[in-house]
């Protein structure tokens, strides 16, 4: 079993639409989660890190739910700009730890 | 404050030469550095973990002496892909941290191409 999964997608949708991705991660370990956008050929930036009781950042809302050791992201009102992959990161929360990475979900956003 | 360099931004090489990866971090001391390589349509795979002045940790199913990683101070990492071939063709990606926690850092990557 991978340590982090994502919804396989591709998720096509019109713009001004809600759309959601989950990830599931196997290592109870892990303390620390992020959601990360990546451009084509590009490095993943830092989209929001993922808080226990849910955060929101304008039209991004992360949720976590440490039984199910599952975290989600939503995105409201989507925009053309959006259109990217999301990659979904754990990290078990010591100095000196590398993120470990889902596949990513790619998102494309069209008019 | 927290940019990390890559050079070269992407390389052709051919098969059986090797290829030096550089990986700064520009504005602040990286205590660890880590390697990943992501293929077409495929998540970042963590390659290995360095610490300066020590040996790079590496990740099952990675050769250490095929990707040779060198942290030699607390701002410079280095991977070197030896006698390199199409299959090493990737994206490679480093990251920076300062030893923080939660805090990493990631280059822009280098785009390895290998005929």
């Known amino acids: 079993r991978k340590e982090v999964e994502q919804d396989p997608g591709p998720f096509n949708v019109p713009e001004g639409a809600t759309v959601a991705f989950n990830c599931t991660y196997s290592?109870?370990?892990?303390?620390?989660f992020f959601w990360y956008r990546q451009d084509c050929r590009k490095e993943p930036k830092l989209l929001m890190s993922?808080?226990?009781s849910g955060n929101e950042d304008g039209r991004f809302t992360a949720q976590l739910n440490r039984a199910s050791q599952y975290i989600s992201l939503l995105i409201r009102d989507s925009k053309l700009s959006d259109s990217a992959t999301y990659l979904c990161a754990v990290n078990i929360q010591q100095a000196g730890t590398a993120l470990i990475f889902g596949k990513g979900t790619t998102l494309s956003v069209s008019s | 404050g927290a940019v990390v360099s890559q050079h070269p931004s992407w390389v052709i090489c051919k098969s059986g030469t090797s290829v030096k990866i550089e990986c700064r971090s520009l504005?602040?001391?990286?205590?660890?550095m880590f390697w990943y390589r992501q293929f077409p349509k495929q998540s970042l795979m963590l390659m290995a973990t360095s610490n300066e002045g020590s040996k790079a940790t590496y990740e099952q199913g990675v050769e250490k002496d095929k990707f040779l990683i060198n942290h030699a101070s607390l701002t410079l990492s280095t991977l070197t892909v030896t006698s390199a071939h199409p299959e090493d063709s990737s994206f490679y990606i480093c990251s920076a941290s300062p030893g923080r926690v939660n805090e990493q850092y990631f280059g822009p990557g280098t785009r390895l191409t290998v005929t």
């Open positions: 504005d602040f001391q990286a205590t660890t």
């Open positions: 290592n109870s370990a892990s303390q620390s």
């Open positions: 993922v808080y226990s």
